[in-house]
């Protein structure tokens, strides 16, 4: 059994629509906690400003 199918309750043949409500609920709860950064170490690291907010304000006029 993967990490996957033991946190989300998923597995193979799930399909995506299945599956996303359950890992939303997850990814919700898990970040009312705690700071995306600390909930997600890994992707902390590599984070690249992937959201430029800055500029869509811009865009739309806040």
Known sequence: MSAAERK???GPGMSYAAMLPETLDWLV???AR???REAFTALAKIHLD???YATKD???GA
């Open 8 to 10: 989300l309750g998923c």
């Open 29 to 31: 709860e898990r970040l």
């Open 34 to 36: 705690q700071d995306w």
């Open 50 to 52: 992937l959201f430029h």
């Open 58 to 60: 811009s865009w739309l």
